[in-house]
């Protein structure tokens, strides 16, 4: 296996035994759950309560770590057009401070960022944290749910391959034309900000 400092998946609706596996496999032995809401109504086995139980039993540690490395914020000014923004939300002093621990954490373990969705260019998991971490000059692996682990150099590669818009700047470099692919792929799967009805006035 290639070396990777850090990994990440989404559980999407696998059982519990299935993500032991792949962690086990992946010689994981700490989760950080980057989920804004560390619940799961459908698949109630990923809820934080079930699996502060169920992966410490297997020799995993687990920690919440989605207030500060969530990908859906509270504060609206860290929208845009209605859509959470990525970068504005990677130059936070929190999510920096969180980023931190986390690269001195890879030093003493075996760290996977958990999140729901499957695939890692729908999730903010790969959009926003794995890639400021890859940019901090860590080797992310995503683990795929066919048992393999896609190192994040691939992910993004794919991610250029699948926008168009991005393939239209031809004066572009490689960095602009990349960070132009991840804010139309952000734009696309972020979290939208819920717009709040107008009150009905009543008639006086």
Not at 10 to 19: A, D, F, K, Q, T
Not at 36 to 48: D, E, G, I, L, T
Not at 103 to 127: F, K, Q, V, W, Y
């Amino acid at each position: 296996m290639p070396r990777y400092d850090l990994f990440t998946i989404g559980h999407s609706n696998i059982s519990s035994e299935r993500l032991i596996t792949m962690l086990r496999d992946a010689e994981v032995n700490a989760i950080a759950d980057v989920r804004s809401v560390p619940n799961s109504r459908w698949c109630p086995w990923f809820s934080a309560k079930a699996l502060a139980g169920s992966l410490p039993r297997a020799g995993i540690t687990y920690a919440t770590m989605g207030d500060t490395l969530g990908g859906r914020p509270r504060d609206g000014r860290l929208f845009r057009d209605g859509v959470v923004d990525y970068e504005v939300m990677a130059v936070q002093p929190e999510f920096v401070v969180s980023l931190d621990r986390l690269t001195e954490d890879t030093a003493r373990s075996r760290i996977c960022l958990m999140c729901s969705e499957r695939e890692p260019l729908d999730c903010h998991r790969c959009l926003l944290v794995a890639r400021s971490l890859a940019e901090r000059g860590l080797a992310v692996g995503h683990i795929l749910h066919d048992g393999t682990i896609e190192p994040h150099g691939a992910t993004e590669a794919r991610l250029l391959a699948l926008d168009a818009d991005a393939d239209g700047l031809f004066a572009a470099g490689d960095r602009d034309r990349l960070a132009a692919a991840y804010r139309h792929r952000a734009h696309a799967v972020g979290f939208k900000q819920k717009s709040r009805p107008n009150p009905v006035r009543k008639k006086k």
